[in-house]
């Protein structure tokens, strides 16, 4: 853990926010049955700073497959494109579940380039996806 100094105040605003939910995979606290991290949606490395707008909670892989970048590559057109920004965008506009729930596709290059980046259908993800479907605990009803 870097020594972020994040208050208890800012950590609570974030989970709030994040409907206790990573930001970016859309999995669950609850579901999941552990504390999520708050991530740094501009990484303190590139200046963002430890505020409320940019502040997130994202899942322990999330956040590491994130480590310091803010770009991604949209490989359908092989090109650059932002990270998603959880507090700037709404996760509806750049991705869409698709069979239910189990996957997760890009709608937009910034869509496919974080679906790239942080792995967002990664195998861990499915073999929990398939369980969280058929319990109905899956996918949330997320409107930020
Ligand atoms: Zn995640």
């Keep these: 853990m870097s020594?972020?100094?994040i208050s208890s105040a800012l950590r609570t605003e974030a989970a709030v926010y994040s409907r206790h939910c990573c930001c970016y995979c859309l999995s669950q606290e609850d579901v999941l049955g552990m504390s999520f991290t708050v991530d740094h949606i501009i990484p303190k490395s590139?200046?963002?700073?430890?505020?409320?707008?940019?502040?997130?909670?994202?899942?322990w892989d999330c956040n590491l497959l994130k480590q310091s970048r803010i770009m991604g590559i949209d490989e359908k057109i092989g090109e650059e494109a932002s990270l998603f920004h959880?507090?700037?965008?709404?996760?509806?506009?750049?991705?869409?579940?698709e069979r239910d729930g189990l996957l997760i596709a890009g709608l937009t290059p910034?869509?496919?380039?974080?679906?790239a980046a942080l792995r967002l259908n990664r195998p861990m993800l499915?073999?929990?996806?398939?369980?969280?479907?058929?319990?109905?605990?899956?996918?949330?009803?997320?409107t930020w």
Excluded at 86 to 97: A, L, M
Excluded at 126 to 142: D, F, K, S, T, V
């Design 3 to 5: 020594h972020s100094a």
């Design 46 to 59: 590139l200046g963002g700073e430890t505020t409320t707008e940019n502040l997130c909670l994202a899942c």
């Design 86 to 97: 959880p507090r700037r965008q709404k996760w509806d506009d750049h991705f869409r579940w």
């Design 110 to 115: 910034t869509g496919r380039a974080t679906i």
């Design 126 to 142: 499915l073999r929990g996806r398939e369980r969280w479907i058929a319990a109905g605990w899956h996918p949330p009803q997320i």
